[in-house]
């Protein structure tokens, strides 16, 4: 009879159990169905050199990183000298799709805070974002050889994310 | 002075309200009427609380302009939301699709319902056990009858 008591009480804990986990959760991290599926394609001229283009194809057989960045985006500035940093210990080529962006902008910014992309490709109207589900850059997907996205970071990369998650990735899909 | 100063900052600030671009009007309004009857059912990533339709969002306008494009041409609903859906996640419907994952969520309220109507009769039968009709004896007839009379004299 006592123990019908306890059963408010243990709905209660339950409940709080479940807003713990629905309050720590970052709501604008939603996770992309593109993960495991292959990347798409798109062919755009380069940032620097509109002569020349760039596409996803021309990574074949690679495990590379994809970073969509902007020179208006505040935390992509945060989150330039880790990128300057990966891109000095050459894991893995990162090429950068500036989204969004007005040429000479984002060339400054290159010229400003150091260029770690091996290409960077040009979206100025986001058109390719928008096939890559971008919604709030910075963002950074891992590809592997067959061309498949197996990583989307949204948001800034962090050290913690790149040593966690980023470099062993990385590692793992080189083997294979 | 400081009045004029007042004045000429709050004539720039008039000054950029007024610069803004007008929106730009629909060409076609049967593309529009229904790039927004699809896009008021989706969610504008940047703004999550707000619709597609609604936001004011870049990414939104951008949005907007590729179902427009759709529209044009000649992709049906379904396929827009594919398309919509395998960029972004179910997570850009306001109304979830009903998949595996999604069960719980469409049954929810109806399994509570039952639940509930079910807990409620077992309580109301358990009740209406404990509390048995009981014809009333000779003499508690005569108490109810002498409580009523002093009832009625105050």
């Given at each position: ?24 959760r970052d709501p604008r991290e939603v996770p992309s169905p593109l993960v495991g599926k292959p990347a798409p394609?798109f ?13 996803p194809?021309?990574m074949?057989?690679?495990v590379w990183l994809l970073n969509v960045w902007a020179?208006?985006c505040?935390s992509c500035?945060?989150e330039?000298?880790l990128l300057?940093?990966f ?5 893995a080529?990162l090429i950068g799709l500036?989204y ?23 979206d100025?109207?986001g058109?390719v974002g928008i096939d890559y589900g971008v919604y709030g850059v910075p963002e950074t997907y891992i590809i592997d050889?067959a061309g498949v996205i197996r990583y989307k970071q949204i948001g800034p990369i962090t050290?913690e994310a790149l040593?966690k998650k980023i470099l062993p990735l990385i590692?793992e899909l080189?083997?294979? | ?44 990533l940047v ?12 990414l ?24 919509m859906v395998s960029r972004y996640g179910d997570f850009v ?62």
């Open positions: 009879m006592k123990a019908k008591f306890l059963i408010p009480l243990a709905l209660f804990f339950v409940l709080v159990g479940f807003l713990a986990v629905g309050l720590n394609m062919r755009v001229p380069e940032l620097a050199e509109p002569g020349k283009t760039f596409s194809e021309d074949k057989g690679q020179s208006w505040v500035r945060e330039h000298p300057v940093e891109s000095r210990q050459q894991a080529p500036d969004k962006d007005k040429r000479e902008d984002g060339m400054s910014v290159l010229a400003r805070a150091g260029n770690p992309y091996g290409v960077v490709a040009f100025g109207d058109r050889k050290t040593q590692e080189k083997k294979s | 002075m400081k009045r004029i100063l007042a004045l000429l900052l709050l004539a720039l600030a008039c000054g950029t309200l007024w610069a803004k671009d007008a929106a730009p009007l629909a060409e076609d309004p049967a593309v529009e009427k229904r790039m927004i009857a699809i896009s008021e059912e989706m969610r504008c703004c999550q609380n707000e619709s597609l339709a609604a936001s004011q969002a870049d939104a306008q951008d949005l907007r302009r590729e179902l427009r494009g759709l529209i044009k041409e000649g992709k049906s609903d379904e396929e827009i939301k594919q398309f419907l306001y109304r979830p699709r009903l998949i595996p994952t999604t069960w719980l969520l469409w049954a929810g309220p109806f399994v509570l319902l039952i639940a509930g109507v079910a807990a409620l009769i077992a309580y109301l039968r358990r009740r209406s056990r404990a509390v048995q009709d009981a014809p009333l004896s000779a003499e508690d007839a005569k108490r109810a009858a002498a409580l009523l009379e002093e009832g009625g004299e105050q």
